[in-house]
């Protein structure tokens, strides 16, 4: 009874968190004041001042992750909507999304070994542009630390959010489907969200790219990590 009345809390606390998340950033609209960074900040520091272990909070948390894979699904009926779109584009998006995937594997790779870092770090950089399940999948299959996968995935999502819409200013691009591609290979799932708030087809090639971008990279991070080490 007592794990079943802290899901039920943990749970509404989350939510709420996450609609004052977007309240305040229809107030303030900034990439500092993302839903995603402002109720994880939030639920951290309640976690944190209230002593309760992250185990007790996943009696909640669990129910919404269940809720990830429906999501990811219904991720499909933006690419049904966009697919002549896609089709038109598809050599462009393929290519994009195959170079997207090099370069995700080999600047976190080459970065961490000229930092020094030992080869379960390397190992769990690799991935970092995918889903957490097939990063964490390639990470086992590599000796990696899975821990640290989960938080290099984090870190490529959220950051991803953040900064795509400066750098797509910064950088003139203005087409969506260049938009998609970019965000969708470097930043997965949370990158995708964020594409779909420019527009259906960003989302829908979002979506398509970090789909794609999955299977190359389950191909390329264990032969790079097999080519250096």
Known sequence: MVPY???IGFLILTVFFYF?????????PSPFTLPIIITSLSIIIFLYLFDIPYSVYMYGGQWINHFLGPLVVALALPLYR???LIKKYALVIFTGILTGSFIGVLSGVLLTLSLGFGESVIAAVAPKSVTTPVA???TDATGGSMSLAAIFVMIAGISGAMFAPMMWRA???NHP??????????SH?????KALEDSELAGAVSALSMTISAVLVSLIAPLVLKILF
């Not at 260049?178 to 470097?186: E, N």
């Not at 799932?189 to 969200?193: H, K, N, S």
């Open 5 to 7: 009345l802290y899901g």
């Open 20 to 28: 004052i998340s977007k309240k305040l950033y229809s107030i303030i």
């Open 82 to 84: 966009q697919r002549y």
């Open 136 to 138: 964490l999948s390639i």
């Open 171 to 173: 950088g003139r691009v």
């Open 177 to 186: 489907v260049a938009k998609g591609l970019g965000i969708g290979t470097a």
């Open 189 to 193: 799932a949370i990158g995708t969200a």
